[in-house]
């Protein structure tokens, strides 16, 4: 098996927020709201379960640059005001009106997403972190026409816009968190 195939990682991105837990949570865990943060994902809609509860699954609709695709998550940890993570179990190309078949092959735990929230008294630490065991059958198939140099180097760089998305997505949750705790009429 190619190396390519058999590397993951754990990434994350932290930031502290001038909001209460309770708040900042609310935010992370409405996966409809994500497109106001996320510079991939512009949003989701849930599809069973109870909304935010673990056991719900999600679709969540991505984009990069001229890519489309729709993801289908499960919730598999969910305490308000301090986490919110779920598992990405398979993926289709398109956008959320579109019938393309689905990838499936990925378990509870190959690729999952959390927000921590820790109370810091003041401030909360809000970290965003990634989890891949190794790379899922429809980002393999991305891959499949690559050398083992390129593919190595296109992992690189996916695992780096990935660092840069989640900063900005952080800064972003912080100011919609911040702002949602300023009195009314109170300035920036």
Not at 107 to 123: A, L, N, P, V
């Amino acid at each position: 098996m190619p190396e390519a195939f058999s590397t993951g990682w754990t990434i994350s991105e932290t930031v502290d927020v001038s909001a209460r837990p309770e708040t900042i949570y609310s935010l992370v865990s409405d996966v409809a709201r994500m497109g106001e943060w996320s510079p991939e994902c512009y949003g989701g809609a849930w599809i069973s379960g109870t909304s935010g509860r673990p056991g719900a699954r999600f679709h969540g609709y991505n984009r990069d640059r001229d890519a489309f695709w729709v993801s289908e998550s499960e919730v598999v940890e969910a305490e308000i005001g301090s986490i919110f993570t779920f598992s990405v179990l398979r993926f289709r190309p398109g956008g959320p009106l579109d019938d393309l078949a689905w990838t499936g092959g990925s378990e509870i735990g190959d690729m999952t997403w959390s927000f921590q929230i820790t109370d810091g008294g003041d401030t909360s630490v809000l970290t965003q972190r990634h989890h891949m065991k190794s790379p899922s059958p429809f980002y393999r198939a991305m891959l499949e026409g690559l050398d083992e140099a390129e593919r190595l180097a296109s992992m690189e760089a996916r695992r780096e816009e990935l660092h840069r998305a989640m900063a900005l997505t952080l800064a972003r949750i912080r100011t919609a968190a911040e702002c949602a705790e300023r009195p009314a009429g109170a300035r920036p």
